[in-house]
C-alpha cells in the first residue's frame, strides 16, 4: 500500500479543481494512506468540522483523505521573526516527514508548495514541468506535460502519470468530487433557511479574488429582482470582506435579496439547497459545479475553457472583448462589463426551464 501526499494549500476553487483527481485516486486504490497539505482555513472542504472516532480513517465526514496537514502561511509570513513560528513551522515539516510519504503530488505549481512538500522526505515529488511559478520546478523529481484544455483534467491527467507504474496499465476514472457529509452545517443551513422564510432561492456571489472578474453589483440586483418574478428569492453570499460589496446587491435588488455568511462547511450546505447559482470566476462557483447545482458563470480575464464549471447543467458567458490572463487587475475587465443583465437573467431561465422559461 502506497502513501501519497497530496500538496494544493488553496484557495477554494483550487481545492475543488483538484478534488475529483484525489477521489479518482481513493475510489482506484481504497486501501492507500493519502495525505493533504492545506491551509487551515480550507479544512472543510475535505473534513466536516468535530471529532472522528479516528484521526486516521475516511468516512463520509472525512471521504477522499487520511490525513489532513494543516499550514498557515499568511500568518507565517507575518510572524516570520517569532519564535513561536518557528517552533509551529518545525512541527508541521516534522508531522509531514515521520509519516514517511512515498510520493508527492504537487497541484499548486507555487515556490512554497514546492518548499513544503520538499520538506517531506518523499523521494519522489512529481509536478507540472510548467508550474503557475517556474521556479517550483526545480523542486520536483518527476516533471510531467499538462494534458487536457480544462484544469480538472490536467489534474487528473498528472496524477495518471506519476502514479502509472501502480495503475499498471488501468485509466484513472475522471469522477465528480467528494465532498464531506457535515450533519451540523446542514442542520445549519436548514434552519437558517427557515430562518429567512424562503422556501426556493438563488445563490448569487457578487465577489471575486480580484476586481477584473467582479460583475457589477446592480447587474446582480437586476438578477435578483427578475428571478423574484419565478418565486425565487435571491440569498447573497458575503465572504469575509465583501460585506460591503454583498449590500450594494441587496440595495439594487428592491427587497429580493439577503445577504448570508458562513463557513467554509455551511457554505457547501447553502449551495447543495440552491435552485441556481450566479457569480463570477471564483471558488463558489466551482462549488457549485461539483454539486451539480444549475450555475450562470461570468466570465472575463479568466477562460472558462480552462477554468470555467465543469458541469453540463452550467452555462459560462464571456464576451470576445475580453482578453486572457492572469494579471490581478482591480478594474473589471471589459468584456465582463459587455455581459448584459438581461444575458444571464435569459441563461438562469434556461438553466431552471419549464415555468421559468
Known sequence: MAKILIARLGALGDILHALPAITAIRTTFPDWTL???????????????????????VSPQKPVVNLIHTVDTKRWRQNIFHRGTFTEMCGARRRVYDLHYDQVLDFQGAIKSAVLVRFSGASKISGFAD????????FYSQKFSRVGEHVIEQNRALAAQALKPYLAGRELPLLPPALPADPAAE?????????QGIASYALLN?????????????????????LAKHNLKSLVNAAPGEEALAQEVIDAAGGHALAVSCSVGQLIALTRRARIFVGGDTGPLHLAAALD????????PTDPARTGPFNAKAIALRHPESKTTFSHNRRPDEGLLQIRAEEVIGAARHLLGGRYA
Not at 293 to 300: I, K, Q, R
Request: charged share 20%.
Open 187 to 195: 442542520a445549519w443551513a436548514q434552519a437558517e433557511v427557515a430562518r
Open 206 to 226: 457578487p465577489g471575486a479574488g480580484w476586481g477584473g472578474k467582479r460583475w457589477p453589483a446592480a447587474r446582480f440586483g437586476a438578477v435578483a429582482q427578475a
Open 35 to 57: 495525505g493533504w497539505l492545506v491551509e487551515e482555513r480550507w479544512t472543510e472542504l475535505l473534513t466536516a468540522r468535530g471529532a472522528k472516532p479516528s484521526p486516521e480513517s
Open 131 to 138: 508550474p503557475r511559478e517556474p521556479a517550483a520546478r526545480f
Open 293 to 300: 447545482v444549475p450555475a450562470v458563470g461570468l466570465f472575463g
